[in-house]
């Protein structure tokens, strides 16, 4: 099972006919092994774990904020506020 999830994490959701997002994060992966039933239930840590022993590399994703009243002109509002 450890192999068959690692092969699954190596492709692309879009291989799995899935369009909302372009990588896998833990979560979603996580979800979707559940979906296909390759596993009943499975944790982040512990699919982190068995990836990282597969040797599957991953980079973790940067969130953005902006601050409230910084809707417009993010950009602008977002490097005043950090001087």
């Keep these: 099972m450890r192999e068959h999830i690692c092969l699954i994490a190596r492709t692309s959701p879009a291989d799995w006919k ?10 979603k992966l996580a979800e979707h092994l559940i ?4 596993t009943a239930a499975i944790g982040r840590e512990t699919l982190r ?5 597969g040797k599957v ?3 973790t994703t940067t969130t953005w904020t902006v601050p409230p009243g ?11 506020a950090h001087r």
């Design 35 to 38: 979906q296909q039933k390759v």
């Design 18 to 27: 899935i369009t909302a997002f372009s990588t896998w994060s833990l979560s």
């Design 57 to 59: 590399s991953w980079k």
């Design 49 to 53: 774990r068995i990836l990282q022993a």
């Design 70 to 80: 910084c809707r417009r002109g993010a950009a602008r509002c977002c490097r005043e």
